[in-house]
């Protein structure tokens, strides 16, 4: 049985570019946007999978922002989600991406480190977004984790000019289980956007790589790091899924 339409649904976006419109086309393009509402004439098989069309009294508060870290998120875009009668029915956050990104090339032993002050900001961030005063009805929180440009070759970004990473592997790792941890422990829903997107980075036409897709030889990514078109619908879809199976319950 579906469960019924909040009175005053709210959806809310919070973190970095994975969510943004810019990289993946304008207006409308990015994945919290496509999540608010479908682009049908560029996604028809999508008309109607939409927040839009699931609660048709829903207000949308995209807070993303462009190079967002956990301290954007903890110090800039919590304080504008609305609080009272607004408060957030849905949440969708992907955030951790760029604290990495700003430790680029760290050693295993300080990427692990480093790995749980982010853990411990998101923890921060999740806390609020769960405080009974504030938020007195909980909302579904949706996390996204990292995706790995190289397709689990290097875990780094030769082919755009960085400097090789010899542990980016086994650091994004550890940056992912920390994001799986405090899924865990608050009860968030975890979307693996790092699985779906292996094969569909910079390394998408190298058939000697592990996730080449011969039957879909794409990238994903622009400029290495951010979302294109489809990179932002397939993102998209993963959250879709992870929502209205909830909605279904």
């Not at 028809?44 to 954007?72: C, E, Q, R, V």
């Amino acid at each position: 049985m579906k469960q019924k339409v909040p009175e005053s649904a709210c959806y809310v976006a919070l973190g970095d570019s994975m969510l943004i419109d810019y990289y993946a086309g304008g207006t409308g393009w990015g994945t919290a946007s496509l999540l608010y509402k479908n682009l049908d004439d560029a996604y028809p098989d999508w008309k109607g999978k939409d927040l839009a069309t699931l609660y048709p009294d829903i207000s949308f508060y995209n807070l993303t922002s462009d190079g967002a870290t956990t301290n954007t998120v903890l110090n800039w875009q919590l304080p504008k989600v609305p609080t009272g009668e607004k408060q957030p029915t849905i949440i969708i956050l992907t955030v951790g991406g760029n604290d990495l990104l700003h430790h680029y090339g760290a050693p295993e032993k300080k990427g692990i480190n480093l790995s749980y002050e982010m853990h411990e900001n998101l923890r921060k961030i999740v806390s609020y977004l769960q405080a009974p005063s504030k938020f007195p009805k909980p909302a579904r929180i949706y996390i996204g984790n990292i995706y790995d440009p190289s397709d689990g070759i290097s875990g780094g970004l030769e082919k755009e000019g960085y400097s090789p990473w010899p542990d980016g592997l086994k650091v994004l790792d550890h940056w992912n289980k920390r994001i799986q941890e405090v899924a865990q422990e608050k009860g968030l829903t975890l979307v693996d956007i790092h699985k779906h997107f292996l094969g569909h980075g910079v390394n998408y036409d190298d058939p000697t790589g592990k996730y080449y897709n011969p039957e879909d030889s794409t990238t994903w990514l622009r400029l290495a790091i951010e979302p294109n078109s489809r990179g932002a619908h397939e993102i998209r879809k993963l959250f879709w899924e992870k929502i209205y199976e909830n909605y279904l319950k």
